[in-house]
């Protein structure tokens, strides 16, 4: 996942974002789930995606539990599921590595997490083309929202909260992304 970074390490990185998990436990809680987003071409492993990741998850020692989706955009979603947290990162970490020798490695988008924060559910997401993490906290959608002026079924973000949790990734020292390339990622099918 990220071996495109010139500053840490995989490891490094694994350790910092376990590191994180570990020390901000009262305030961050990781799920089970994480994901691999992929925007697809014509490569041939592509056309035959559900076959040539069963079959790469076969290879894998003590391979994760793992679904397939696509989306309505046409990206792929390799959808992972490991316990405990550092166990789906090392994971993630070598299903990623597995794409790159799939000569896949350009068109990773992105490794996503799941987690809670102040029990407000929350996505980290990882920028494969940067290898920087950034928040993304959905807003749920409530009756005070309609009372702000926010239309029915929009979609709105926690950007308070996602400021706050980026505050923490950096002080605990992971690499992240600048806050304007903190794109939404709504609808994540985990």
């Known amino acids: 996942m990220f071996s495109k970074t010139q500053k840490l390490t995989a490891t490094e990185i694994l350790e910092k974002l376990s590191s994180f998990v570990a020390i901000e436990g009262n305030l961050v809680t990781p799920e089970t789930k994480a994901a691999i987003l992929l925007s697809p071409d014509d490569q041939e492993f592509f056309n035959n995606f559900?076959?040539?990741?069963?079959?790469?998850?076969?290879?894998?020692?003590?391979?994760?539990?793992?679904?397939?989706?696509?989306?309505?955009?046409?990206?792929?979603?390799?959808?992972?599921?490991?316990?405990?947290?550092?166990?789906?990162?090392?994971?993630?970490?070598?299903?990623?590595?597995?794409?790159?020798?799939?000569?896949?490695?350009?068109?990773?988008?992105?490794?996503?997490?799941?987690?809670?924060?102040?029990?407000?559910?929350?996505?980290?997401?990882?920028?494969?083309?940067?290898?920087?993490f950034y928040p993304f906290v959905p807003q749920k959608e409530t009756g005070s929202n309609r009372d702000h002026g926010i239309p029915e079924g929009s979609r709105s973000r926690n950007h308070e909260k996602e400021m706050e949790l980026g505050k923490l990734f950096k002080l605990r020292g992971l690499p992240v992304e600048a806050p304007e390339n903190w794109f939404a990622l709504w609808d994540a099918p985990f």
């Open 50 to 132: 559900c076959s040539r990741v069963t079959h790469m998850m076969d290879q894998l020692e003590d391979p994760p539990k793992f679904t397939l989706n696509a989306d309505d955009h046409g990206t792929k979603w390799i959808i992972l599921e490991k316990y405990p947290f550092q166990s789906l990162v090392k994971t993630v970490d070598r299903v990623s590595a597995e794409l790159s020798i799939q000569k896949v490695g350009d068109r990773m988008i992105a490794a996503i997490f799941k987690g809670r924060f102040k029990k407000e559910d929350t996505y980290w997401i990882c920028n494969y083309r940067t290898s920087n």
